[in-house]
């Protein structure tokens, strides 16, 4: 008796065990619909892969990072003196529209209001905004319609996080937090959310069809239901439904490149400053949509001694990288504090978008291809077109081993001329081998005519 009660109990362990893997194995309708739900909203975003991030506000004026009264412990009174001083004359979003559709760019999002909670919008629940310093401007006005004139998404950037609201509690990054003055006591939770809500509010009414809201950020026990999440979003989506949300209304460990659960908080993962080394997925394998945000030197906001810019090629293969995974690169500028876009920055935008400009069709629309990396670069792919992202040269050709009998043509992506091909060279029978090179003969070795990266374009036959 005693052995087959032990039996009976272990069978129903092991049966919970399996019901437990079956049930996380098999997601249930509703989470599809949800999932399916948003992967409909993020079909424009899935194809566009690359953006302009712009991070604009009173930090420029000390020119030491978005950070700056955070870092410095600073004040509200002592970072007055800055908000004073932003005056930009030189704020021009036109110019940096035209910059983002030189650069190959397919939609932007600027801050609206960053962590120090000054406004770039005529928000009528502050006087903590633009339009106290330059009276009848609105800055987001004028960037939503710029960009929109140049044919480009729009997106906004809102912090969830106030240095400056009295409400707001001391915790965090805040810059008081080691003034023992600065207690939490006589704070209002509640009276901060509804106008952090009543803000968002405001940017989804006010501005036309917004794209993109870009949240930031939630950490420790500040996140989901702290922000009235579930009623935030309702709102928004009552306002913009075809919107899409990235996910940092709640806080993933990894900055969200692992796999999670689709909650329906978002409808695209936010890694940071880095590049996952796998496609991001859910708990069921499913893809999800990404996009990793990235300085063009090492501060978001604008820095004066920051003269570390990445040059063309780290870019280029960045936005590759990241469309092989289904991908976006977010790429970040800050302008100066008048209001332009640092030299250095533009000149790097603008050598990318010569890349672009011939090879743009191996990004847009590409995603994963059916290959996995080849050790000379990447594949990125659209339907039957397989792109050959030749980045590392290598002697010799390269070898589609598999494929002799799966390609219907082989061309140089940026003049469309053939590119020489072979299934044998020097007595090699090996079946199966598709050697690529650029010309003939097909074992010798060549400069690539792109050193950044030279695309093949490789049509498949159906």
């Not at 009264?69 to 036109?94: C, G, L, T």
């Not at 191996?362 to 077109?385: D, H, M, R």
């Not at 020097?426 to 003969?441: T, V």
Request: net charge neutral.
């Amino acid at each position: 008796m005693i052995s087959m009660l032990k039996l009976k109990t272990e069978l129903s362990v092991l049966f919970i065990i399996l019901s437990v893997a079956l049930s996380q194995a098999q997601p249930s309708t509703a989470y599809m619909e949800k999932y399916n739900a948003s992967m409909k909203r993020t079909e424009w975003f899935r194809k566009a892969r690359f953006g302009m991030f712009i991070h604009y506000g009173v930090y420029a004026i000390p020119g030491r990072g978005e950070w700056v009264q955070s870092n410095e412990r600073m004040s509200v009174e002592e970072y007055r003196k800055y908000v004073d001083a932003f005056v930009p004359s030189s704020y021009k979003p036109a110019a940096w529209a035209s910059l983002a559709k030189e650069a190959g760019m397919q939609y932007a999002v600027m801050t609206a209001k960053h962590h120090d909670g000054f406004c770039l919008f005529d928000s009528k629940h502050t006087d903590y905004k633009i339009s106290r310093n330059l009276p009848g401007r609105d800055f987001v006005k004028e960037y939503v319609e710029a960009f929109r004139a140049q044919g480009l998404k729009v997106g906004l950037y809102y912090s969830l996080i106030d240095w400056h609201h009295p409400d707001y509690p001391n915790v965090g990054n805040h810059p008081m937090r080691e003034n023992k003055d600065w207690k939490n006591d006589k704070r209002n939770w509640d009276n901060y959310l509804n106008y952090m809500h009543s803000q968002i509010k405001e940017l989804m009414t006010n501005y036309g069809k917004i794209d993109i809201l870009w949240l930031d950020y939630s950490f420790d026990d500040y996140q989901g239901e702290k922000w009235k999440a579930k009623e935030l979003i309702a709102m928004i989506r009552s306002l913009q439904p075809d919107i899409i949300l990235n996910n940092r209304l709640v806080f993933n460990e990894g900055n969200s490149a692992q796999k999670r659960k689709f909650e329906g908080y978002g409808d695209f993962e936010t890694p940071e400053m880095g590049i996952p080394e796998v496609p991001v997925v859910d708990i069921y394998d499913n893809p999800l949509p990404w996009e990793t945000c990235l300085t063009l030197n090492n501060n978001w906001g604008f820095s004066f001694n920051d003269n570390e810019w990445k040059s063309p090629e780290t870019i280029v293969n960045a936005l590759v990288e990241v469309t092989s995974k289904g991908g976006n690169l977010l790429l970040n500028v800050g302008p100066e504090p008048q209001g332009t876009i640092p030299a250095p920055c533009q000149a790097v935008l603008k050598e990318v978008g010569v890349w672009m400009k011939a090879n743009h069709e191996s990004i847009y629309g590409c995603g994963k291809a059916e290959l996995e990396k080849p050790v000379w670069g990447y594949f990125t792919q659209n339907g039957k077109a397989l792109y050959a992202h030749w980045t590392n040269p290598k002697i010799g050709n390269i070898n589609i081993k598999g494929y002799a009998d799966r390609v219907e043509s082989v061309t140089m992506l940026h003049d469309g001329k053939r590119a020489a091909t072979a299934t044998k060279w020097w007595g090699n029978e090996d079946a199966g081998n598709f050697f690529i090179n650029l010309k003939e003969p097909i074992h010798f070795t060549y400069a690539l005519p792109d050193k950044i990266d030279t695309v093949l374009k490789i049509v498949l036959k159906k």
